[in-house]
Each structure stands twice: as C-alpha cells, then as structure tokens.
Nanobody, 121 residues
Framework: QVQLVESGGGLVQPGESLRLSCAAS????????MGWYRQAPGKQRDLVAT???????AYADSVKGRFTISRDNAKNTVYLEMNSLKPEDTAVYYC???????????????WGQGTQVTVSS
C-alpha cells in the first residue's frame, strides 16, 4: 500500500509564511506528477499547484507569485512554500501524487490526509 503523509500546517497571521511537506512511502515503482489542492469550508476543492516529474510547474492565479511548489525525488516528497499568506488562503490542503505501484503497470492518484492552514490576525 502507498501512503502520503502531510505536515507543516498551522495558524499564522497575514503576511507570514508556511512550508508544507508531503512524503510518499510504500512499494513505489515511480512517481509522476505531484501537486496540491485546497478546500475551504463550504467551497469546492481547487487545484493550487502542480509539478511534473521533469520539474515543470503550474499555479492557480490566486497564488501565483506567492506560492512555490518543489519536489525531492530522492525523498519521494513534494513541498509547498507559501509566502505572504492571506486570510483567503485558509483551507485544508491536500497533496496528491500519481504513482505506479511496484509490480503493476497502472498509474493512479494517491491523496494525503489533509493539513489545516489558518491565516488570521
């Protein structure tokens, strides 16, 4: 079984920064795309940022210039550096990874458990 474990969420004031981490473990043959979604109470889950195995990145317009996604392939880990945080960034953040499990040809998405980010004065 493959598991994704998130960490780094918390309560911060507007303008402060947080760094989220998401580490994948298990019988992994290869990890392809990775990324982050977020969901605020009463709202849909939206894509925040993605990164391909080759390092190409894409961001939602709402976070461009403030958030940076990166990955460490040796550690099977994806990061989200969040700077200049705003109250509207408050949400549960979920990481995902497209993974080929060892011994199979199928690729599927795995999800982290979610980590709460609250931005409030």
């Amino acid at each position: 079984q493959v598991q994704l474990v998130e960490s780094g969420g918390g309560l911060v004031q507007p303008g402060e920064s947080l760094r989220l981490s998401c580490a994948a473990s298990g019988s992994i043959f290869r990890i392809y795309g990775m990324g982050w979604y977020r969901q605020a109470p009463g709202k849909q889950r939206d894509l925040v940022a993605t990164i391909t195995s080759g390092g190409n990145t894409a961001y939602a317009d709402s976070v461009k210039g403030r958030f940076t996604i990166s990955r460490d392939n040796a550690k099977n880990t994806v990061y989200l550096e969040m700077n200049s945080l705003k109250p509207e960034d408050t949400a549960v953040y979920y990481c995902y990874a497209a993974i080929r499990y060892s011994g199979t040809f199928n690729v599927r998405s795995y999800w982290g458990q979610g980590t709460q980010v609250t931005v409030s004065s």
